[in-house]
């Protein structure tokens, strides 16, 4: 049996993180424990408790949060995604982790799914707190992202776009959102053809994809 416990998990700039912890029932304690988070737009209402549950079911505590500006967690804009605030905020769950006392703070390991499995690898690679990494379907080059979704001859009315939204909020007007899911097909970008592949002019580097929002 898992017992499931909504937590919050604080941050030093005031906000909220949403999380459940599962506890697996009848075992020996302190536990080793695994922190999870879902990747680009997802909470931890779709489709990941079931993983989290098998992971405590084999012994681990485990802890799912939802990214600050997404599902039940606090922070504004709402459906704001800031790669490296997410994995600052991730290291805060963390150190949650290690102060509640049925964890065992020198076992906690650390799963990311899509966006977040790059951030798991962010987080193994600098946080030695971190024992153990499991990335799934990560993320890992802004870069080779940005060619699969962009073409080459779009870019610079991209980037257009998103510095027209950062002047419009400086003066005070409300930050454009785009579709993240969408019933109405129509709506939906043209595909690239697949015989050849060119490289655009400028796109973004390393794991951090353009910041973006999506509704």
Same mark, same amino acid.
């Given at each position: ?24 029932? #009848? ?25 989290? +549950? ?14 600050? #500006? ?16 997410? !994995? ?40 030695? +707190? !971190? ?16 060619? +699969? ?6 870019? +610079? ?59």
């Amino acid at each position: 049996m898992v017992e499931r416990i909504d937590v919050r998990i604080p941050l030093p700039d005031g906000i909220e993180l949403a999380a459940w912890l599962f506890l697996p029932e #009848n075992t020996e304690k302190p536990l080793p424990a695994i922190t999870m988070a879902h990747g680009f737009g997802g909470t931890r209402h779709h489709s990941i408790e079931h993983t989290a +549950r098998r992971f405590s079911e084999a012994g681990y505590a485990v802890l799912l949060h939802d990214h600050r #500006n997404f599902g039940d967690s606090g922070g504004t804009p709402r459906q704001d995604i800031d790669p490296y605030q997410q !994995i600052a905020d991730w290291r805060w769950a963390i150190t949650y982790l290690g102060t509640r006392g049925e964890i065992d703070e020198q076992r906690i390991g650390v799963w990311g799914f899509s966006y977040a499995g790059g951030h798991a690898l962010v987080l193994g690679a600098t946080d030695r +707190r !971190i024992k153990a990494v499991y990335s799934q379907a990560p993320t890992v080059s802004g870069y080779e992202t940005g060619l +699969r979704r962009v073409p080459p001859h779009e870019v +610079r009315a991209l980037e257009e776009r998103f510095h027209q939204d950062e002047r419009d909020q400086l003066a005070g007007k409300p930050p454009v959102y785009v579709p993240f899911v969408d019933t109405d097909t129509s709506h939906a970008p043209p595909r690239r053809p697949t015989h050849r592949r060119a490289r655009p002019t400028s796109t973004c580097t390393g794991h951090q994809t353009t910041r973006g929002r999506t509704r």
